[in-house]
């Protein structure tokens, strides 16, 4: 049976979805880390992990810990175990 239609280009969107263990919200930017954060519009944002199991933005996260190298929540010393994207 021949098929009365015929795809000659298709547009896909994809999406990913985080499932973490402890924090959804970017407690830097108040955003959901499954959006990208309010300091990157442009490109998709990067989601990073700490040692302590809390994450983050990339971009949320660096500028923080210049200055304070613990986590924002439990004040444990960052160190990224892994990032998301």
Known sequence: ???????CSIKLINSSCYNLDKNVDCTICRCNLNINSLNNKKLESIVVVGLCDHAFHLECITPWVKNN?????????W???NKMN
């Open 1 to 7: 049976m021949e098929s009365k239609f015929k795809i």
């Open 69 to 77: 190298p613990h986590c924002p929540i439990c004040s444990h010393k």
């Open 79 to 81: 160190l990224i175990k």
